[in-house]
């Protein structure tokens, strides 16, 4: 056997450890494993690589993904990421810790989570935030699964059709496993209709109602009366949100809203094709010990230093084992201290002009598609910030090729048979410029 | 390490920034109506790129990780995290992907995919694998959601019941619960082993499957899997695997040889990336070929041309559980692993791991209570000090005392008090990655703590003494909780 990068023992080193614990070689450390279920012969795999094969081997396997300039938002958006956090977040003491189990040599984690708790605090107006989450959709069903864990003899949970279709399979999945009771509350003229609301409502059965704070179709909600019918059937109303658009639109403590949940990936991480990303969660106060997942708290030590610690474990699996609030035994840590350098560089301001430079760019955008006259709207005077649909009077499948063959990825089309644009301040002035004249060429 | 004391936000003048954005060159867009515009102010940090910088520096000094020191964390893999994987997982080809992409732009990235299914497929012998699950608990969910998926395609309906082990790790019973399943336990037996006498009267009709961890908790194989597999597929149930401890069966045993239809493992512990501070993992679910029509939805396809395509749902799927394909870069580390690992060193990862932790079983059995002998696979279970000290009106030296000992000497602490079966359980995972000199000289601090309890188990009870901190207060942090910075 040659010797291996990852390995360290050496020939010699192997025979002196089987000797001390007594056995005659490696295959005899499976001597209680039945001869039946060891595996003979290779194992139908390549041979080892040097780091310049693999190297190589990704580069060419790279060259199988086009290059696109992206114009779809969806729920993944292509925000501006400082070159100060790749840097920081590859330090080895972030990188590769474990979950903070001892918290006299993991301060560094327990503290950045801390500073992530927060800052999820600040944007959405709420008492308590833990430590993440898988990503956004997972995190919608987790409050689902919260709220019918925090009222009574309560299994149904309403979702507004304005969610993005992967939090509504998610969500939809859990339930069914759960054995949650889903109803469905439409959208109407682009807005998460209260009347319907208030129809679902009237039963009183309803645990939850989770709405999107920005819908899927890009516009900004107005959740107006909501919290009061929900509470006045002792529901939770749950905001869906992109914590990005948190520092401009109305927060989910402004709406009176009692959990907040969505994805951090707005918050500068790289699209990376879905993941990794992160989950958040806030809640009132009220809710706080029916919260999944990890939570860090402030505390002092023996000598009386501030420090911090993973704290109101008894919630948890290792702990309640089957009567735990949830199974998640981990977060996104490394990407909750992502946001986290995010938004400290970003700061309030820097976050209000992500937006205004983004939304500047979707309008006019959307302005300049109106007036090729090959699209209409489809929610006249709805408001936006930088993702928004129209309807094409074209054949979207064709426009969507098209536009893939010039270079963009554009004109995502909704089940309705919109089309989905999103800008960002990563859109260059030219880039949008160059957009519109690829359509209007496919158009001609 | 050096104590820090500063939050971000303690950093914080007004009208300092850290970031660089571009000139609006669009035109200002409409304001937002006032209704639904933000009221409150947001408080965030307002800090300079440089004191980012510093302080964050600061913070990672307070860590430990697995390129500081010795992790010897029971059950978690603290094998080493090679640095080629950082590198590939940022290449700007795959980096930039919008996962709603159109297959054919991202062909690469999905051969990806079909590349890590078939080689994990031959890794474990089973038929299919869904990377979708973002953990260990995830891929636990989504594996139980499949077995439940399997159960009612069949128009089996009563099947409400899955059987745990007591001496499975926690999230297998809370698995179980968030997927509507009752938890039934079996206990062990002396030796360590799931107790088949036991098993068989909680074997019956209404039984969804089993969950396994095979080696145990305890790092001992399940030598009567033969005949638990064959018991319960007997009554019509399905083998769950919990992938946790999967490492030291690596290139020997494979779980689907064993009879298991179901089974999840975690990239960051198997497959070496890194755990991040508690994540991102990634917990892909394989299945054996009769449940491959449940497994969760998006799935990557190959036509027949030999492209690639993303199947986005599909009648018999389990449904969704993430939002897209799970944590591809995670993924793609672990791929680059494996390509470097290849077909020959691929045995040695899993006798390497049972080499280790044999060794340093072996040499501590004298000074820490071994309570069940015999070979181990890649983790074993002390039950405390075989002397802790303990005399009239001293108090004996107890396992967390050992764990905030052996920081001072500059080793990560095994994982404590679990599994609940012991005590003082000490559970110690040395992974095949850690030299013979690493081990010793955990051996010989080890077998110093020992000596010290005792000796004089004071010594433990103050301990750590060189730490930035010193066992915090947890009873008070969870009595009156803090969970966010005072001033906001």
């Known amino acids: 056997m040659g010797q291996f990068a990852y390995f360290p023992h050496t020939e010699g080193e192997v025979k002196s450890m089987l000797e001390r614990i007594g056995v005659s070689d490696l295959d005899a450390l499976y001597a209680d494993v039945p001869g039946e279920y060891l595996r003979k012969g290779e194992y139908d795999l390549p041979e080892a690589l040097s780091e310049g094969e693999v190297r190589s081997f990704f580069d060419s396997l790279g060259k199988k993904n ?39 040599i993991s301060q560094g984690t327990l503290r950045y989570i801390f500073e992530f708790q927060s800052m999820i605090c600040a944007l959405t107006g709420l008492d308590a935030a833990n430590a993440s989450l898988y990503d956004g959709p997972t995190s919608a069903a987790e409050a689902m699964m919260l709220s019918v864990a925090s009222t009574r003899k309560k299994n149904r949970v309403l979702i507004s059709d304005g969610l993005l279709p992967q939090v509504v399979k998610v969500v939809e999945t859990y339930a069914k496993y759960h054995g949650v009771e889903l109803g469905r509350v439409p959208v109407m003229g682009g807005q998460t209709c209260i009347n319907c609301l208030r129809a679902e409502l009237s039963k009183d059965d309803v645990a939850g109602v989770i709405v999107p704070s920005i819908n899927r179709f890009g516009i900004v909600e107005d959740h107006s009366g909501f919290a009061e019918l929900i509470h006045a059937e002792k529901g939770l109303l749950i905001e869906y949100c992109d914590p990005s658009a948190l520092a401009v639109v109305k927060s989910p403590s402004e709406w009176d809203a009692d959990v907040a949940v969505g994805d951090g990936q707005s918050l ?112 006249p005077g709805k408001p936006f910030l930088k993702e928004f649909v129209l309807k094409p009077l074209t054949d979207p499948e064709n426009l969507r090729k098209k536009l893939l063959e010039a270079g963009f990825f554009a004109a995502a089309p909704t089940e309705e048979g919109y089309v989905s644009f999103c800008v960002t301040e990563n859109r260059t002035r030219e880039e949008v410029d160059a957009l519109l004249a690829a359509i209007e060429e496919i158009l001609r | 390490m050096r104590y820090y004391d500063k939050l971000i936000f303690e950093l914080s003048v007004p009208g300092r920034s850290g970031y660089s954005l571009p000139k609006n060159r669009f035109g200002a867009a409409p304001s937002l109506p006032d209704g639904l515009k933000r009221g409150t102010g947001l408080t965030l940090p307002e800090v300079s790129e440089v004191d980012v910088v510093r302080h964050y520096t600061n913070l990672s000094q307070m860590n430990f990780g697995v390129d500081t020191g010795f992790y010897p964390l029971g059950s978690c893999t603290m094998k080493y995290n090679p640095k080629l994987n950082e590198e590939i997982a940022s290449h700007p080809s795959f980096a930039h992907l919008h996962p709603l992409q159109p297959a054919e732009s991202v062909q690469g990235a999905l051969e990806v995919y079909w590349n890590m299914e078939r080689t994990l497929s031959e890794i474990t012998g089973m038929s299919a694998f869904t990377f979708n699950p973002c953990a260990g608990a995830h891929g636990e969910l989504t594996g139980l959601m499949i077995m ?292 010793d000289a955990f051996i010989a601090v080890m077998r110093k703590i020992a000596a010290e309890a005792a000796e004089d188990p004071s010594i433990l009870h103050e301990a750590p003494h060189s730490t930035p901190v010193r066992r915090p207060d947890e009873t008070t942090a969870a009595r009156n909780p803090v969970l966010k910075w005072k001033n906001l």
Do not use: W
């Open chain 2, 148 to 439: 439940r998926r399997y159960h009612e395609l069949r128009g089996d309906s009563a099947r409400v019941k899955v059987i745990v082990p007591d001496s499975a790790h926690g999230t297998n019973p809370a698995s179980a619960a968030v997927c509507g399943l009752e938890v039934v336990q079996v206990r062990s037996l002396e030796n360590g082993r799931i107790d088949v006498e036991a098993l068989k009267p909680l074997l019956d009709e209404t039984v969804a499957g089993i969950m396994m961890t095979n080696p145990n908790t305890l790092g001992l194989f399940e030598t009567e899997i033969r005949e638990i597999a064959s018991l319960v597929h007997g009554v019509g149930g399905l083998l769950y695997y919990d992938g946790a401890n999967m490492n030291p069966l690596v290139g020997v045993v494979r779980p689907g040889d064993m009879g298991f239809d179901i089974m999840h493992l975690n990239l960051h512990k198997t497959f070496s990336t890194p755990h991040g501070g508690g994540g991102p993992g990634s917990g892909p679910v394989g299945v054996a070929k009769h449940l491959e029509r449940c497994l969760p939805s998006p799935r990557v396809v190959r036509g027949k041309d030999g492209r690639f395509a993303v199947e986005s749902s599909s009648e018999d799927a389990a449904g969704q559980v993430s939002g897209f394909m799970g944590n591809f870069g995670v993924i793609l580390r672990a791929y680059a692993y494996l390509l470097m690992l290849g077909k020959e060193n691929l045995p040695l990862v899993g006798k390497y791991s049972t080499l280790s932790a044999n060794y340093v079983k072996e040499m501590l059995k004298d000074v820490y209570k071994l309570p069940i002998e015999g070979i181990c696979k890649h983790e074993f279970v002390f039950d405390g000090f075989v002397n802790d000290g303990s005399r009239d009106g001293v108090e004996g030296a107890t396992t967390l005392d050992l764990a905030k000992r052996l920081l001072d000497f500059g080793f990560h602490a095994p994982t404590i008090y679990f599994p609940l079966l012991f005590h003082q359980a000490i559970m110690i995972e040395p992974t095949e990655t850690e030299s013979k000199e690493t081990l």
């Open chain 1, 66 to 104: 086009v290059p696109l300039k992206v114009f779809v938002g969806g729920g993944c958006y292509d925000h501006y990421s400082p070159a100060v956090i790749p840097a920081l977040l590859s330090r080895s003491e972030f990188l590769t810790a474990y979950t903070p189990y001892q918290p006299e």
């Open chain 1, 268 to 379: 500068g991480i790289p699209l990376s094709f879905g993941g990794p990303y992160v989950g958040f969660m806030a809640v009132r106060s009220e809710y706080l010990r029916k919260m999944p997942g990890r939570i860090v708290g402030e505390t002092v030590d023996r000598d009386g230093k501030r420090c911090y610690v993973l704290t109101l474990q008894a919630r948890e699996q290792h702990i309640r084992r089957e009567k735990a609030t949830s199974n998640i035994c981990s977060n996104e840590s490394l990407m909750a201290l992502y946001v986290t350098m995010y938004l400290s560089l970003m700061g309030p301001e820097g976050l209000r002009k992500v937006n205004e430079l983004s939304s500047s760019g979707a309008h006019y955008l959307h302005d300049a598609l109106l007036r090729t006259g090959k699209f209409e709207e489809v929610f």
